[in-house]
C-alpha cells in the first residue's frame, strides 16, 4: 500500500524557519517526481514546489523562491521542504504528493498524497 506522510510542521513566527519531511512507502521511490502543495483556509489547494526522479531539476512558485527550497534523499525515501523567512501568508496545510511524471505542477498529475500538515505562522 502506498503511503506518503508529512512530518515537521508546527507553529512558528515570522521570519523564522521549519524543515518538512515527508516518507514515501509503497512506491519506487526514485522514479516519482515530488511535490509540496499547500492550502489555506478558503482558498484552493496550490503548487508550491517539485522535483524531478533524481533531484537534478526544481521549480518553485514565485512567492516562495529565495526562501523556500525542496530536496529529496532517494535513499530514505523522503523529500524535504525547507522554509525560511516565513511569513504569515505560508500559513496552510501543506501536501507532499508523488507523481509518474517527470515534473509537474498541476495536482491532477499527481498519483499519491500525504494527508497534510498543518503549518502555521505567527506575528
Known amino acids: 500500500q502506498v503511503q506518503l506522510v508529512e512530518s515537521g510542521g508546527g507553529l512558528v513566527q515570522a521570519g523564522g524557519s521549519l524543515n518538512l519531511s515527508c516518507v514515501s512507502s509503497?512506491?519506487?521511490?526514485?522514479?516519482?517526481?515530488m511535490g509540496w502543495f499547500r492550502q489555506a483556509p478558503g482558498k484552493e489547494r496550490e503548487f508550491v514546489t517539485g522535483?524531478?526522479?533524481?533531484?537534478?531539476?526544481?521549480y518553485y512558485r514565485d512567492s516562495v523562491k529565495g526562501r523556500f527550497t525542496i530536496s529529496r534523499d532517494n535513499a530514505k525515501n523522503t523529500v524535504f521542504l525547507q522554509m525560511n523567512s516565513l511569513k504569515l501568508e505560508d500559513t496552510a496545510i501543506y501536501y507532499c504528493?508523488?507523481?509518474?511524471?517527470?515534473?509537474?505542477?498541476?495536482?491532477?498529475?499527481?498519483?499519491?498524497w500525504g494527508q497534510g500538515i498543518q503549518v502555521t505562522v505567527s506575528s
Open positions: 509503497g512506491i519506487t521511490f526514485s522514479s516519482y517526481a
Open positions: 504528493a508523488a507523481s509518474e511524471h517527470f515534473y509537474s505542477d498541476d495536482r491532477r498529475k499527481y498519483d499519491y
Open positions: 522535483i524531478s526522479w533524481s533531484g537534478g531539476s526544481t
